[in-house]
């Protein structure tokens, strides 16, 4: 019979006796054929297919699955399933067991992955073994790319270094950066953002490549006259999405770097004055003049040293080749020889070396037998600094007991240390500055001034201090790592700025802008960068923000450096199972090694911390189950008896198992799940009778219908396995018996007879 081709069954029964005339009766029989679940479910479609753009919100409709089962009741209710051991292990979708509707369950990352094939399963509600009838179809999912990456370079930093004679459309150097969307959006474009005010070079803006664009000169100046020996070009990479997402090689850590090499191609020039005096009675080693000479090269093809060419035969001179500094080396006598012309020579380091000579002229001054007296021997005075060339400074006077033109009187400075800021008026004896100076450099100058004759006085002149610098911290940027576990309030970095002005406009104060999430703060005194709340990995694994350094002046010069701080992981988080109950079940009889159930734990932190390993941890005493400790894959490991484990007439026997997840830190931390696992019972064993055989004694004059005995067997299997029917087989040909299958009672069908026949012999069967 077939349910699905014909449900009912419409007969009419007739029944006739033998007699003359036949006597004829008729009945109506209907016949209902009960469903069998012999149908599967089958689906619409052996694949069904659906796109999804990557930023589509969990919850989102994939699409809808339809399968149908012609069978009725249970047998034909169909429910849907993800197979989630042949696809979708990490449950990115979940499909809707009775409506079949798909929708995305996690965010999706087309960059991680473009393509979801799923295996979907749909089973009917059928009694079978393993739970009805069930069909399979695919679903492929093609995830739609968005412009959500920007373009990385593969480098944070680029350095390369050029020669300053390099030509206009030499290529430099080449930078790459990736963007791992796909279409227009992976398409990069560079531009130079900033770093080149010159326009000294220029980028392609398709292959990244730097070329020079106008001739480089290491000694070129700019318009702050300062030598321009360094670029640091920002690039910028930007995709083709819309808006454009951008990428920046900025600061000091993460740009294009280009030295420009130096080569030896200037010669020293002279700085120094080719003339200078001395006086006839100065003693061995006295200063007499300081050569200098400058080249503009940079490096050994910059260091200068000094040589005495002519002139010198007598040795009344020593120069030092490193300083320049020109000394007496012997007693002078003007009598002798009033004048010098030294042949010098600077010679800088380069290969080959370059020079320069100069003639200098020294004229050896008479003593006369009174010797000029200052008023004062010592001489104080202060100056501000960074005032303009010509600024008073203090008035020398001295008189002379000669008379005549040895009375007169005309002053200068002698040679020394910072002696050329200075000028003095040859007759007054005023001195004013000869340049703007620089506290910073020199704060205290000591001049000897002289009148014409021999007589010196010391001058004391302290610069004044002007807020012209700005702190300066010692790196620019700064990255440290700390641990999350750091207490509120702990240090975690002393910065440290210097000023070179004095006083307050020296005194150094730090703050912090950008925003620290607030989570640091810093001492505005000492520095000190500590942390303000307790940190967690979990929450933000990295801060950056820029610290501050100015000054206590009214003008507030300052500083920046960017801090990187680096949050490390510690173990605080306890690995935890997507459920505390798990439910699953088994067919008794299966090979050891068959899988069950797979539980799964996660664990937010990262490393060991966060790697997560399964055991049982009670109820396998007997080794029943084995886990897999890294895929949390709970199987049999030795083949199951339902008989074995359950009580006698239940319907299933039952294992609970407490499952432990630890992380592989030490020590670790760890969570338990409970696992309900149900052996379900196979027809594996037939019914058994109470006793072999049933002896009977009966009179042969007991009425039909009475009870002659009942017969029991018993089925060690469960539910519809165990339900016994009974069935004589033989020995009853002539129907004096009758058995009750349900309950195995027999009862008399027809009367007997001792002398027809004695003894009966009845087999019956148990099914």
């Known amino acids: 019979l077939d349910r699905e081709r014909a449900e009912l069954h419409r007969l009419v029964v007739e029944a006739w006796d033998g007699g003359s005339p036949r006597r004829r009766g008729r009945l109506r029989v209907s016949v209902r054929v009960l469903d069998e679940n012999d149908n599967a479910p089958a689906f619409s479609r052996g694949e069904y297919r659906a796109r999804l753009r990557e930023d589509a919100p969990p919850g989102t409709a994939v699409c809808r699955l339809r399968a149908t089962d012609p069978d009725l009741g249970a047998n034909g209710e169909v429910r849907y399933a993800i197979n989630r051991r042949q696809s979708d292990p990490d449950g990115v979708f979940a499909l809707e067991e009775r409506s079949g509707v798909l929708r995305l369950r996690r965010p999706l990352d087309r960059e991680a992955r473009a393509l979801h094939r799923l295996v979907v399963e749909a089973r009917d509600g059928g009694a079978q073994p393993e739970g009805g009838l069930s069909a399979q179809a695919f679903v492929r999912i093609e995830i739609e790319d968005i412009n959500d990456n920007?373009?990385?370079f593969e480098q944070d930093i680029y350095v390369t270094s050029i020669s300053s004679h390099t030509q206009p459309g030499t290529e430099i150097i080449n930078v790459v950066a990736t963007d791992r969307d796909s279409g227009i959006y992976e398409v990069v474009s560079y531009r130079i953002c900033s770093g080149d005010p010159y326009g000294k070079f220029s980028i392609d803006p398709q292959f990244?490549?730097?070329?020079?664009?106008?001739?480089?000169?290491?000694?070129?100046q700019t318009v702050f006259a300062e030598k321009q020996q360094e670029y640091t070009l920002h690039i910028a990479a930007e995709d083709c999405g819309s808006p454009p997402l951008t990428s920046l090689l900025m600061l000091d850590s993460m740009a294009v770097k280009i030295v420009i090499l130096d080569i030896n191609d200037n010669s020293p020039s002279f700085m120094s004055s080719p003339l200078s005096y001395v006086m006839e009675d100065v003693e061995v080693g006295f200063l007499v003049h300081h050569v200098i000479a400058k080249d503009p090269d940079e490096g050994r093809n910059g260091q200068v040293t000094y040589h005495i060419l002519s002139?010198?035969?007598?040795?009344?001179?020593?120069?030092?080749k490193i300083t320049g500094l020109l000394t007496t080396a012997q007693l002078l006598d003007r009598e002798v020889q009033d004048c010098y012309s030294l042949t010098v020579m600077a010679l800088d380091d380069g290969s080959p070396a370059l020079s320069a000579t100069q003639i200098l002229t020294i004229i050896v001054l008479d003593v006369n037998d009174e010797t000029p007296v200052f008023l004062k021997q010592i001489y104080e005075s202060a100056?501000?600094?960074n005032q303009d060339p010509g600024e008073f400074v203090i008035k020398v006077e001295a008189v002379d007991r000669d008379a005549g033109l040895n009375s007169l009187l005309q002053y200068e400075i002698l040679p020394g240390a910072g002696y050329e800021n200075f000028k003095m008026n040859l007759n007054s004896g005023e001195l004013v500055t000869a340049a703007s100076l620089n506290r910073e450099t020199q704060e205290v100058f000591s001049i000897k001034g002289s009148p014409s004759r021999s007589s010196t006085a010391q001058l004391y002149l302290t610069v004044l201090d002007e807020n012209d610098h700005s702190p300066l911290f010692a790196k620019t940027q700064y990255q440290i790592s700390v641990t999350e576990d750091l207490e509120e309030g702990s240090a975690i970095l002393d910065l440290s700025a210097s000023d070179e002005d004095d006083g307050l406009n020296g005194e150094v104060m730090y703050s912090l802008i950008d925003d620290t999430y607030g989570a640091f703060a810093i001492d505005s005194v000492t520095g000190s960068i500590v942390t303000t709340k307790a940190l967690d990995r979990e929450t933000k694994s990295q801060y950056t923000f820029r610290a501050v350094a100015s000054d206590c002046s009214t003008h507030f010069p300052r500083s920046t450096t960017v801090m990187t701080v680096l949050i490390q992981d510690v173990n605080d988080n306890v690995p935890k199972f997507e459920q505390s109950y798990y439910k699953a079940s088994v067919w008794e009889g299966q090979s050891p090694k068959t899988d069950i159930i797979q539980v799964f734990a996660t664990d937010l932190d990262s490393g060991l911390n966060g790697e997560t390993e399964y055991s049982i941890l009670s109820g396998n005493e007997n080794a029943t189950f084995l886990i897999d400790s890294v895929r949390g894959i709970l199987a049999t490991n030795t083949g199951l008896d339902y008989e074995n484990t359950s009580s006698y007439r239940e319907?299933?026997?039952?294992?609970?198992?407490?499952?432990l997840a630890s992380d592989r830190q030490t020590p670790s931390l760890n969570s338990t799940a409970t696992v309900l696992i149900t052996v379900l019972d196979v027809n594996?064993?037939?019914?058994?009778?109470?006793?072999?055989?049933?002896h009977v004694h009966v009179k042969e004059s007991i009425p039909v219908g009475s009870h002659i005995t009942e017969v029991s067997a018993e089925d060690c299997d469960a539910g519809t396995n165990a339900e016994i029917t009974y069935a004589i087989i033989s020995g009853n040909d002539r129907g004096h018996f009758c058995l009750d299958g349900r309950t195995g009672s027999v009862n008399l069908m027809k009367m007997l007879d001792y002398e027809d026949t004695m003894k009966f012999t009845l087999v019956i069967q148990a099914t």
């Open 383 to 385: 100056v501000h600094e």
């Open 311 to 320: 002139g010198n035969e007598n040795k009344a001179f020593v120069l030092d």
């Open 684 to 694: 594996d064993n037939p019914p058994v009778f109470s006793i072999p055989e049933y």
């Open 651 to 659: 319907t299933s026997s039952s294992h609970q198992l407490v499952l």
């Open 208 to 220: 990244g490549i730097i070329r020079t664009k106008k001739q480089l000169d290491h000694e070129a």
């Open 150 to 152: 920007q373009p990385v």
